[in-house]
Protein backbone atom coordinates (compact mmCIF):
# COMPACT_ATOMS: atom_id res chain seq x y z
CA UNK A 1 0.00 0.00 0.00
CA UNK A 2 2.65 2.60 1.24
CA UNK A 3 4.14 1.11 -1.93
CA UNK A 4 1.83 2.55 -4.30
CA UNK A 5 1.02 5.50 -3.03
CA UNK A 6 4.92 6.08 -3.10
CA UNK A 7 4.78 5.75 -7.09
CA UNK A 8 1.39 7.74 -6.97
CA UNK A 9 3.75 10.50 -6.23
CA UNK A 10 4.86 13.32 -8.46
CA UNK A 11 9.17 13.27 -8.41
CA UNK A 12 8.92 16.48 -7.10
CA UNK A 13 6.99 15.38 -3.67
CA UNK A 14 9.16 12.93 -3.60
CA UNK A 15 12.32 15.00 -3.65
CA UNK A 16 10.75 16.96 -1.06
CA UNK A 17 9.85 14.13 1.18
CA UNK A 18 13.33 12.92 0.85
CA UNK A 19 15.20 16.55 1.52
CA UNK A 20 13.11 16.50 4.46
CA UNK A 21 13.58 13.32 5.91
CA UNK A 22 17.32 13.99 4.75
CA UNK A 23 17.17 17.13 6.63
CA UNK A 24 15.90 15.88 9.74
CA UNK A 25 18.07 12.46 9.91
CA UNK A 26 21.12 15.06 10.02
CA UNK A 27 20.20 17.19 12.33
CA UNK A 28 19.47 14.02 14.54
CA UNK A 29 22.98 13.23 14.19
CA UNK A 30 24.14 16.28 15.18
CA UNK A 31 22.04 16.46 17.87
CA UNK A 32 23.54 13.21 18.99
CA UNK A 33 27.17 14.15 18.58
CA UNK A 34 26.61 17.32 20.36
CA UNK A 35 25.36 15.62 23.10
CA UNK A 36 27.89 12.63 23.21
CA UNK A 37 30.71 15.64 23.11
CA UNK A 38 29.46 17.90 25.52
CA UNK A 39 29.04 14.09 27.80
CA UNK A 40 32.81 13.31 27.14
CA UNK A 41 33.99 17.09 27.97
CA UNK A 42 31.99 17.00 30.79
CA UNK A 43 33.40 14.07 31.80
CA UNK A 44 36.64 14.66 31.19
CA UNK A 45 36.44 18.48 33.00
CA UNK A 46 35.24 16.52 36.13
CA UNK A 47 38.39 13.75 35.75
CA UNK A 48 41.02 16.10 35.48
CA UNK A 49 39.26 18.36 38.39
CA UNK A 50 39.42 15.45 40.89
CA UNK A 51 42.72 14.07 39.56
CA UNK A 52 44.20 17.78 40.56
CA UNK A 53 42.56 18.52 43.65
CA UNK A 54 44.44 15.00 45.04
CA UNK A 55 47.77 15.96 43.59
CA UNK A 56 47.39 19.01 45.51
CA UNK A 57 46.29 17.29 48.63
CA UNK A 58 49.15 14.91 48.22
CA UNK A 59 52.02 17.56 48.12
CA UNK A 60 50.44 19.13 51.27
CA UNK A 61 50.66 16.21 53.06
CA UNK A 62 54.13 15.60 51.86
CA UNK A 63 54.66 19.11 53.18
CA UNK A 64 53.41 18.35 56.64
CA UNK A 65 55.53 15.20 56.81
CA UNK A 66 58.12 16.69 56.81
CA UNK A 67 57.50 19.67 58.78
CA UNK A 68 56.86 16.52 61.35
CA UNK A 69 59.60 15.12 60.68
CA UNK A 70 62.05 18.61 62.19
CA UNK A 71 59.62 18.80 64.67
CA UNK A 72 60.11 15.74 65.89
CA UNK A 73 63.63 15.51 65.11
CA UNK A 74 64.78 18.99 65.48
CA UNK A 75 63.08 20.48 68.84
CA UNK A 76 64.93 18.51 71.31
CA UNK A 77 68.26 19.55 70.30
CA UNK A 78 67.73 22.95 69.93
CA UNK A 79 65.29 22.88 72.78
CA UNK A 80 68.20 21.23 75.11
CA UNK A 81 71.02 23.68 73.76
CA UNK A 82 69.11 26.95 74.60
CA UNK A 83 66.99 26.12 77.70
CA UNK A 84 69.45 26.32 81.10
CA UNK A 85 69.15 23.26 83.76
CA UNK A 86 66.82 24.30 86.29
CA UNK A 87 68.54 24.62 89.72
CA UNK A 88 67.03 22.14 92.87
CA UNK A 89 67.32 19.16 90.83
CA UNK A 90 66.28 16.39 92.82
CA UNK A 91 64.94 18.62 95.35
CA UNK A 92 61.59 18.49 96.20
CA UNK A 93 60.10 19.73 92.72
CA UNK A 94 56.67 20.15 91.30
CA UNK A 95 55.35 21.90 88.34
CA UNK A 96 52.28 23.94 86.93
CA UNK A 97 50.89 23.59 83.61
CA UNK A 98 49.43 26.58 81.80
CA UNK A 99 48.13 26.43 78.26
CA UNK A 100 47.96 29.45 76.05
CA UNK A 101 46.23 30.20 73.03
CA UNK A 102 47.68 33.09 70.46
CA UNK A 103 45.48 35.31 68.37
CA UNK A 104 46.36 33.65 65.26
CA UNK A 105 44.62 30.88 66.82
CA UNK A 106 47.96 28.79 67.97
CA UNK A 107 47.47 26.94 71.01
CA UNK A 108 50.51 25.81 73.08
CA UNK A 109 50.84 23.45 76.61
CA UNK A 110 53.59 24.25 79.17
CA UNK A 111 54.42 23.55 82.46
CA UNK A 112 56.94 25.47 85.17
CA UNK A 113 58.74 23.33 87.06
CA UNK A 114 61.10 23.81 90.14
CA UNK A 115 60.33 23.86 94.23
CA UNK A 116 56.89 24.44 94.88
CA UNK A 117 56.32 26.28 98.15
CA UNK A 118 53.10 26.40 99.70
CA UNK A 119 51.59 29.92 99.74
CA UNK A 120 51.51 31.63 103.13
CA UNK A 121 47.72 31.91 104.03
CA UNK A 122 49.05 35.10 106.12
CA UNK A 123 50.22 36.92 103.19
CA UNK A 124 48.69 40.16 102.54
CA UNK A 125 46.65 41.14 99.47
CA UNK A 126 49.61 43.17 97.91
CA UNK A 127 51.66 40.25 98.48
CA UNK A 128 49.32 37.75 97.07
CA UNK A 129 49.02 40.11 93.87
CA UNK A 130 52.21 40.59 93.88
CA UNK A 131 53.37 37.24 93.46
CA UNK A 132 50.15 36.62 91.16
CA UNK A 133 51.70 39.27 88.66
CA UNK A 134 55.18 37.38 88.66
CA UNK A 135 53.60 33.98 87.95
CA UNK A 136 52.02 35.92 84.64
CA UNK A 137 55.16 37.64 84.06
CA UNK A 138 56.69 33.69 84.24
CA UNK A 139 54.12 31.98 81.92
CA UNK A 140 54.60 35.41 79.53
CA UNK A 141 58.22 34.74 79.26
CA UNK A 142 57.93 30.97 78.70
CA UNK A 143 55.44 31.22 75.67
CA UNK A 144 58.00 34.05 74.52
CA UNK A 145 60.44 31.64 74.65
CA UNK A 146 58.35 28.85 73.29
CA UNK A 147 57.24 31.01 70.42
CA UNK A 148 61.30 31.90 69.77
CA UNK A 149 61.75 28.21 69.81
CA UNK A 150 59.35 27.39 67.06
CA UNK A 151 60.51 30.01 64.73
CA UNK A 152 64.13 28.41 64.80
CA UNK A 153 62.58 25.36 64.03
CA UNK A 154 60.58 27.04 60.86
CA UNK A 155 63.78 28.43 60.24
CA UNK A 156 65.64 25.08 60.13
CA UNK A 157 62.80 23.69 57.95
CA UNK A 158 63.38 26.40 55.50
CA UNK A 159 66.91 26.51 55.39
CA UNK A 160 67.40 22.32 55.37
CA UNK A 161 64.57 21.25 53.67
CA UNK A 162 66.12 21.81 50.24
CA UNK A 163 69.22 20.24 51.21
CA UNK A 164 67.80 17.11 51.68
CA UNK A 165 67.42 14.41 48.30
CA UNK A 166 63.71 13.76 47.08
CA UNK A 167 64.10 10.26 48.14
CA UNK A 168 63.82 11.56 51.59
CA UNK A 169 61.72 13.70 51.34
CA UNK A 170 59.02 12.02 49.32
CA UNK A 171 59.10 8.54 49.15
CA UNK A 172 57.89 6.31 46.42
CA UNK A 173 55.76 4.05 48.93
CA UNK A 174 55.12 7.28 50.71
CA UNK A 175 53.82 8.67 47.76
CA UNK A 176 52.01 6.07 46.65
CA UNK A 177 49.92 5.73 49.94
CA UNK A 178 48.84 9.06 49.18
CA UNK A 179 48.20 8.98 45.43
CA UNK A 180 46.13 5.91 46.23
CA UNK A 181 44.17 7.82 49.39
CA UNK A 182 43.42 11.14 47.79
CA UNK A 183 42.61 10.11 44.20
CA UNK A 184 39.86 7.34 46.11
CA UNK A 185 38.61 10.25 48.06
CA UNK A 186 38.08 11.97 44.83
CA UNK A 187 36.15 9.01 43.53
CA UNK A 188 39.01 7.95 41.12
CA UNK A 189 39.65 4.17 41.56
CA UNK A 190 41.35 4.02 38.40
CA UNK A 191 44.85 2.07 38.03
CA UNK A 192 47.39 4.87 37.39
CA UNK A 193 51.27 4.74 37.24
CA UNK A 194 53.56 8.07 38.49
CA UNK A 195 56.82 9.08 38.51
CA UNK A 196 58.87 12.24 40.09
CA UNK A 197 61.04 14.09 37.93
CA UNK A 198 63.19 17.23 38.07
CA UNK A 199 63.08 20.55 36.96
CA UNK A 200 64.92 19.37 34.13
CA UNK A 201 62.19 16.28 33.38
CA UNK A 202 64.49 13.78 33.98
CA UNK A 203 62.98 11.24 36.16
CA UNK A 204 64.39 10.75 40.04
CA UNK A 205 61.91 6.98 40.10
CA UNK A 206 59.49 5.49 38.87
CA UNK A 207 56.88 3.12 38.67
CA UNK A 208 57.77 -0.12 36.49
CA UNK A 209 54.21 0.26 34.24
CA UNK A 210 55.32 4.03 34.00
CA UNK A 211 56.40 4.78 30.32
CA UNK A 212 58.18 8.31 29.56
CA UNK A 213 56.26 8.27 26.17
CA UNK A 214 53.27 8.70 27.28
CA UNK A 215 54.36 11.34 30.01
CA UNK A 216 52.95 14.66 27.83
CA UNK A 217 50.01 12.79 26.89
CA UNK A 218 46.56 13.88 27.81
CA UNK A 219 46.00 11.39 30.35
CA UNK A 220 49.10 12.58 32.30
CA UNK A 221 48.57 14.69 35.02
CA UNK A 222 51.73 17.16 36.91
CA UNK A 223 51.91 18.77 39.92
CA UNK A 224 54.54 20.23 42.47
CA UNK A 225 55.47 18.34 45.19
CA UNK A 226 56.89 20.91 47.72
CA UNK A 227 55.78 24.58 45.43
CA UNK A 228 57.57 26.46 48.22
CA UNK A 229 61.12 25.14 47.33
CA UNK A 230 63.47 27.20 45.23
CA UNK A 231 63.12 26.97 41.51
CA UNK A 232 66.45 25.12 41.36
CA UNK A 233 65.39 22.40 43.62
CA UNK A 234 61.75 21.81 41.97
CA UNK A 235 60.27 18.41 41.72
CA UNK A 236 57.42 17.67 40.11
CA UNK A 237 54.80 14.41 40.62
CA UNK A 238 53.55 12.72 36.85
CA UNK A 239 50.76 10.73 37.30
CA UNK A 240 49.69 8.79 34.18
CA UNK A 241 45.84 6.82 33.87
CA UNK A 242 46.47 3.95 31.00
CA UNK A 243 42.54 3.61 31.64
CA UNK A 244 41.38 7.22 31.28
CA UNK A 245 39.84 6.95 27.65
CA UNK A 246 37.80 4.13 28.54
CA UNK A 247 36.56 5.57 31.75
CA UNK A 248 35.58 8.69 29.95
CA UNK A 249 33.75 7.31 27.16
CA UNK A 250 31.86 4.38 29.43
CA UNK A 251 29.52 7.24 30.35
CA UNK A 252 28.65 7.55 26.84
CA UNK A 253 28.46 3.73 25.56
CA UNK A 254 24.47 4.27 25.87
CA UNK A 255 24.98 6.40 22.68
CA UNK A 256 26.44 4.49 20.23
CA UNK A 257 23.13 2.06 19.94
CA UNK A 258 21.31 5.21 19.00
CA UNK A 259 23.88 6.06 16.41
CA UNK A 260 23.47 2.85 14.96
CA UNK A 261 19.92 2.39 14.80
CA UNK A 262 19.98 5.84 13.47
CA UNK A 263 22.48 4.86 10.65
CA UNK A 264 20.14 2.06 9.94
CA UNK A 265 17.06 4.37 9.70
CA UNK A 266 19.03 6.56 7.22
CA UNK A 267 20.01 3.74 5.42
CA UNK A 268 16.75 2.32 4.96
CA UNK A 269 14.61 5.33 4.11
CA UNK A 270 17.65 5.71 1.65
CA UNK A 271 17.38 2.25 -0.05
CA UNK A 272 13.67 2.80 0.07
CA UNK A 273 13.99 6.57 -2.03
CA UNK A 274 16.24 4.55 -4.68
CA UNK A 275 13.80 1.74 -4.89
CA UNK A 276 10.46 3.91 -4.99
CA UNK A 277 12.65 6.04 -7.72
CA UNK A 278 13.91 2.69 -9.77
CA UNK A 279 10.07 1.62 -9.38
CA UNK A 280 8.70 4.39 -10.77
CA UNK A 281 11.14 4.74 -13.74
CA UNK A 282 9.95 1.66 -14.53
CA UNK A 283 6.94 2.22 -14.15
CA UNK A 284 6.37 5.48 -16.05
CA UNK A 285 8.80 3.43 -18.69
CA UNK A 286 6.15 0.45 -19.02
CA UNK A 287 3.90 3.00 -19.47
CA UNK A 288 5.32 4.74 -22.21
CA UNK A 289 6.44 1.11 -23.60
CA UNK A 290 2.73 -0.10 -23.68
CA UNK A 291 1.28 2.94 -25.60
CA UNK A 292 4.68 2.61 -27.84
CA UNK A 293 3.94 -0.95 -28.75
CA UNK A 294 0.24 -0.41 -29.27
CA UNK A 295 1.18 2.17 -32.01
CA UNK A 296 3.54 -0.49 -32.89
CA UNK A 297 1.56 -3.15 -33.61
CA UNK A 298 -1.26 -0.62 -35.64
CA UNK A 299 0.95 -1.14 -38.59
CA UNK A 300 1.99 -5.31 -38.74
CA UNK A 301 -1.66 -5.83 -38.57
CA UNK A 302 -3.17 -3.24 -40.35
CA UNK A 303 -0.66 -4.69 -43.10
CA UNK A 304 -1.44 -8.35 -42.90
CA UNK A 305 -4.89 -7.56 -42.53
CA UNK A 306 -4.69 -5.53 -45.74
CA UNK A 307 -2.79 -8.70 -47.26
CA UNK A 308 -5.58 -11.00 -45.90
CA UNK A 309 -8.22 -9.16 -48.16
CA UNK A 310 -6.15 -9.06 -51.20
CA UNK A 311 -5.74 -13.02 -50.87
CA UNK A 312 -9.60 -13.27 -51.02
CA UNK A 313 -9.52 -11.53 -54.17
CA UNK A 314 -9.63 -14.40 -56.87
CA UNK A 315 -7.35 -12.14 -59.82
CA UNK A 316 -4.69 -11.90 -57.03
CA UNK A 317 -4.59 -15.38 -56.47
CA UNK A 318 -3.77 -16.29 -60.00
CA UNK A 319 -1.33 -13.96 -60.40
CA UNK A 320 1.82 -16.04 -58.81
CA UNK A 321 4.13 -12.59 -58.51
CA UNK A 322 1.27 -11.02 -56.71
CA UNK A 323 0.89 -14.04 -54.26
CA UNK A 324 4.99 -14.24 -53.84
CA UNK A 325 4.94 -10.61 -52.74
CA UNK A 326 1.72 -10.93 -50.28
CA UNK A 327 3.87 -14.08 -48.85
CA UNK A 328 6.78 -11.77 -48.61
CA UNK A 329 4.52 -8.95 -46.67
CA UNK A 330 2.78 -11.22 -44.37
CA UNK A 331 5.79 -13.14 -43.67
CA UNK A 332 8.08 -9.63 -42.64
CA UNK A 333 5.05 -7.78 -40.84
CA UNK A 334 4.95 -11.12 -38.95
CA UNK A 335 8.64 -10.97 -37.82
CA UNK A 336 7.84 -7.31 -36.65
CA UNK A 337 5.34 -8.55 -34.51
CA UNK A 338 6.90 -11.14 -33.05
CA UNK A 339 10.15 -8.90 -32.61
CA UNK A 340 7.75 -6.30 -30.75
CA UNK A 341 6.44 -9.70 -28.65
CA UNK A 342 10.00 -10.54 -27.91
CA UNK A 343 10.70 -6.48 -26.67
CA UNK A 344 7.78 -7.12 -24.29
CA UNK A 345 9.58 -10.35 -22.81
CA UNK A 346 12.76 -8.40 -22.66
CA UNK A 347 11.23 -6.00 -19.89
CA UNK A 348 9.79 -8.72 -17.97
CA UNK A 349 12.90 -10.31 -17.60
CA UNK A 350 13.94 -7.68 -15.76
CA UNK A 351 11.24 -8.13 -12.98
CA UNK A 352 12.80 -11.41 -12.57
CA UNK A 353 15.40 -12.63 -10.29
CA UNK A 354 16.72 -15.02 -12.71
CA UNK A 355 15.47 -15.56 -16.30
CA UNK A 356 13.90 -19.00 -17.18
CA UNK A 357 16.23 -20.42 -19.72
CA UNK A 358 15.20 -23.48 -22.09
CA UNK A 359 19.04 -24.72 -22.99
CA UNK A 360 19.94 -27.06 -26.16
CA UNK A 361 22.73 -27.40 -28.35
CA UNK A 362 22.20 -24.88 -31.65
CA UNK A 363 24.85 -24.26 -34.21
CA UNK A 364 25.45 -20.30 -33.65
CA UNK A 365 26.62 -20.33 -37.19
CA UNK A 366 23.00 -21.25 -38.61
CA UNK A 367 21.40 -19.02 -36.00
CA UNK A 368 23.27 -16.22 -36.92
CA UNK A 369 23.19 -16.42 -40.65
CA UNK A 370 19.21 -16.84 -40.15
CA UNK A 371 19.17 -13.79 -38.43
CA UNK A 372 20.98 -11.92 -40.92
CA UNK A 373 19.16 -12.45 -43.68
CA UNK A 374 16.08 -11.88 -42.30
CA UNK A 375 17.87 -8.56 -40.98
CA UNK A 376 19.45 -7.72 -44.16
CA UNK A 377 15.86 -5.87 -45.48
CA UNK A 378 15.84 -3.44 -42.70
CA UNK A 379 19.91 -2.40 -43.72
CA UNK A 380 19.40 -2.12 -46.94
CA UNK A 381 16.13 -0.04 -46.53
CA UNK A 382 18.57 2.60 -45.57
CA UNK A 383 21.64 1.98 -48.11
CA UNK A 384 23.61 0.09 -46.02
CA UNK A 385 25.13 -3.25 -46.35
CA UNK A 386 25.72 -6.26 -43.77
CA UNK A 387 28.33 -8.69 -44.49
CA UNK A 388 29.03 -12.21 -42.66
CA UNK A 389 32.23 -14.05 -41.66
CA UNK A 390 31.01 -16.87 -39.80
CA UNK A 391 34.60 -18.72 -39.96
CA UNK A 392 34.35 -21.09 -36.67
CA UNK A 393 34.75 -24.49 -37.34
CA UNK A 394 33.25 -25.72 -34.01
CA UNK A 395 29.82 -23.24 -33.06
CA UNK A 396 28.00 -25.66 -31.32
CA UNK A 397 26.85 -23.71 -27.66
CA UNK A 398 24.33 -24.92 -25.16
CA UNK A 399 21.96 -21.74 -25.24
CA UNK A 400 18.25 -20.74 -25.18
CA UNK A 401 17.48 -19.83 -28.72
CA UNK A 402 14.98 -17.43 -28.55
CA UNK A 403 17.15 -15.53 -26.28
CA UNK A 404 20.18 -15.55 -27.83
CA UNK A 405 18.78 -14.32 -31.37
CA UNK A 406 17.04 -11.94 -29.41
CA UNK A 407 20.64 -10.60 -28.20
CA UNK A 408 22.20 -10.71 -31.77
CA UNK A 409 18.85 -8.84 -33.01
CA UNK A 410 19.30 -6.31 -30.68
CA UNK A 411 22.95 -5.70 -31.36
CA UNK A 412 22.29 -5.64 -35.00
CA UNK A 413 19.25 -3.06 -33.91
CA UNK A 414 21.68 -0.92 -32.31
CA UNK A 415 23.55 -0.24 -35.03
CA UNK A 416 20.93 0.79 -37.35
CA UNK A 417 19.56 3.16 -34.85
CA UNK A 418 22.94 4.68 -34.26
CA UNK A 419 24.22 4.64 -38.17
CA UNK A 420 25.73 8.01 -39.13
CA UNK A 421 23.61 9.77 -41.95
CA UNK A 422 26.78 10.70 -44.22
CA UNK A 423 28.12 7.70 -44.62
CA UNK A 424 26.54 4.45 -45.89
CA UNK A 425 25.72 2.03 -43.24
CA UNK A 426 28.18 -1.02 -43.01
CA UNK A 427 27.77 -3.68 -40.65
CA UNK A 428 29.99 -6.78 -40.13
CA UNK A 429 29.12 -9.97 -38.31
CA UNK A 430 31.98 -12.71 -37.40
CA UNK A 431 32.55 -15.62 -35.87
CA UNK A 432 35.95 -17.35 -34.72
CA UNK A 433 37.19 -20.16 -32.53
CA UNK A 434 39.29 -18.95 -29.49
CA UNK A 435 41.30 -20.62 -26.71
CA UNK A 436 39.74 -22.61 -24.02
CA UNK A 437 37.43 -24.36 -25.95
CA UNK A 438 35.18 -20.87 -26.31
CA UNK A 439 32.87 -19.05 -29.26
CA UNK A 440 34.00 -15.61 -29.82
CA UNK A 441 31.05 -13.64 -31.77
CA UNK A 442 31.60 -9.81 -33.22
CA UNK A 443 29.35 -7.51 -34.14
CA UNK A 444 30.75 -4.12 -36.31
CA UNK A 445 29.34 -1.37 -37.44
CA UNK A 446 30.44 2.06 -38.79
CA UNK A 447 28.30 4.62 -36.68
CA UNK A 448 28.34 7.21 -34.75
CA UNK A 449 30.53 5.32 -31.92
CA UNK A 450 29.77 5.38 -28.39
CA UNK A 451 31.76 8.18 -25.75
CA UNK A 452 34.65 6.87 -23.41
CA UNK A 453 32.51 8.00 -20.55
CA UNK A 454 29.59 6.21 -21.63
CA UNK A 455 30.98 3.08 -22.52
CA UNK A 456 31.19 1.96 -18.57
CA UNK A 457 27.37 2.87 -18.54
CA UNK A 458 25.65 1.33 -21.64
CA UNK A 459 24.91 -2.26 -19.77
CA UNK A 460 22.92 -0.10 -16.75
CA UNK A 461 19.48 -0.47 -16.73
CA UNK A 462 17.48 2.78 -18.23
CA UNK A 463 20.78 4.15 -19.05
CA UNK A 464 20.58 5.99 -23.29
CA UNK A 465 23.65 7.28 -24.45
CA UNK A 466 23.34 10.65 -25.49
CA UNK A 467 22.93 11.00 -29.20
CA UNK A 468 23.26 14.31 -29.91
CA UNK A 469 20.71 15.74 -32.76
CA UNK A 470 19.22 12.72 -33.42
CA UNK A 471 15.99 12.80 -32.41
CA UNK A 472 14.59 9.70 -34.33
CA UNK A 473 16.04 7.33 -31.95
CA UNK A 474 13.16 5.89 -29.09
CA UNK A 475 14.13 3.26 -26.46
CA UNK A 476 14.27 2.47 -22.73
CA UNK A 477 17.28 1.95 -22.03
CA UNK A 478 16.55 -1.65 -21.72
CA UNK A 479 18.37 -3.59 -25.13
CA UNK A 480 21.96 -3.72 -23.87
CA UNK A 481 20.90 -4.01 -20.28
CA UNK A 482 19.14 -7.43 -21.59
CA UNK A 483 21.83 -8.32 -23.94
CA UNK A 484 24.37 -8.32 -20.84
CA UNK A 485 22.18 -9.76 -18.60
CA UNK A 486 21.34 -12.39 -21.04
CA UNK A 487 25.21 -13.11 -22.01
CA UNK A 488 25.98 -13.87 -18.66
CA UNK A 489 23.12 -15.95 -18.07
CA UNK A 490 24.40 -18.35 -20.52
CA UNK A 491 27.68 -18.28 -18.78
CA UNK A 492 29.35 -15.71 -21.35
CA UNK A 493 31.17 -12.72 -21.48
CA UNK A 494 30.66 -9.17 -23.63
CA UNK A 495 32.87 -6.40 -24.00
CA UNK A 496 33.03 -3.79 -26.32
CA UNK A 497 35.01 -1.05 -28.56
CA UNK A 498 34.00 2.18 -29.77
CA UNK A 499 35.65 5.26 -31.23
CA UNK A 500 33.37 7.97 -31.56
CA UNK A 501 32.75 8.71 -35.72
CA UNK A 502 34.40 5.70 -36.52
CA UNK A 503 32.07 2.65 -35.28
CA UNK A 504 31.34 0.14 -32.43
CA UNK A 505 32.60 -3.34 -31.91
CA UNK A 506 30.61 -5.91 -29.99
CA UNK A 507 32.60 -8.99 -28.77
CA UNK A 508 30.60 -11.79 -27.05
CA UNK A 509 32.61 -15.06 -25.89
CA UNK A 510 30.82 -18.01 -25.00
CA UNK A 511 31.64 -21.81 -24.02
CA UNK A 512 31.29 -24.12 -26.74
CA UNK A 513 29.35 -27.52 -25.34
CA UNK A 514 31.81 -30.12 -24.86
CA UNK A 515 31.88 -33.27 -27.10
Do not use: C
Not at 52 to 76: C, F, G, H, I, T
Not at 215 to 237: C, E
Not at 247 to 267: A, D, E, G, H, W
Not at 425 to 454: F, P, R
Amino acid sequence: MIRAEILGMKKSIIWFLTIIMALTFAGLLYIQIMYMKNMVRMRDDQFAEGVKRSLYSVSNLLEQEEARYYLENDVESIESSALPAYPGAGSNLGGVRYSVTTTEGLSSDFTFTGEITALSPMLSAEAKKQRYNSMQEQVRNQYVYQRGLLNEVILSIISQSGNRDIEARADSSTVSMFLTMELANNGITLPFEFAVVNRMGVPVYKTSGYNTENSDSGNTFVQALFPNDTKNAMNYIKVYFPDKNDYIFSSVKFMFPSFLFTFILLIVFLYTIIVAFKQKKLTEMKNDFINNMTHEFKTPISTISLAAQMLNDSSVRKSPKMLEHISTVINDETKRLRFQVEKVLQMSMFDRQKATLRLQDVNANEVIASIVHTFKIKVEKYGGTIATELYAENAIVNVDEMHFTNVIFNLLDNAVKYRREDVPLKLEVATKDIADKKLEIIIKDNGIGIKKEDLKKIFEKFYRVSTGNRHDVKGFGLGLAYVHKMVHELHGDIRVESEINVGTKFIIILPLTQN
